[in-house]
């Protein structure tokens, strides 16, 4: 089973820079794709920006220039640095993991972070 924990959400004036982290655990084989997604209050939740194991990257346009992902594939664990953030950047960002995990076979996995609320005051 793979657990994950984001962190880094908050409170930040327009114009301000939060760092997300998601970080993974369990009998990881191999982390293949990340996404960040974010889901504000009646909208549906968008794909924010995505990172492959090749550290390929992509972006919704209505962040490119302004976030960017990372990611320390010793830890496990995935970064979004998100600069002059905006109110329209308020919602619950979620990340998504698809890798791989060794058990009893080597099987692929996908899952879904807690949450962690973003709130960018104008």
């Known amino acids: 089973q793979v657990q994950l924990v984001e962190s880094g959400g908050g409170l930040v004036q327009a114009g301000g820079s939060l760092r997300l982290s998601c970080a993974a655990s369990?009998?990881?084989?191999?982390?293949?794709?990340v996404g960040w997604n974010r889901q504000a209050p009646g909208k549906q939740r968008e794909l924010v920006a995505a990172?492959?194991?090749?550290?390929?990257?992509n972006y919704a346009d209505s962040v490119k220039g302004r976030f960017t992902i990372s990611r320390d594939n010793a830890k496990n664990t995935v970064y979004l640095q998100m600069n002059s953030l905006k109110p329209e950047d308020t919602a619950v960002y979620y990340c998504?993991?698809?890798?791989?995990?060794?058990?009893?076979?080597?099987?692929?996995?996908?899952?879904w972070g807690q949450g962690t609320q973003v709130t960018v005051s104008s």
């Open positions: 990172i492959t194991s090749g550290s390929s990257t």
């Open positions: 998504n993991v698809r890798g791989v995990v060794r058990t009893t076979a080597e099987t692929a996995f996908e899952t």
């Open positions: 369990g009998n990881i084989l191999s982390i293949n794709a």
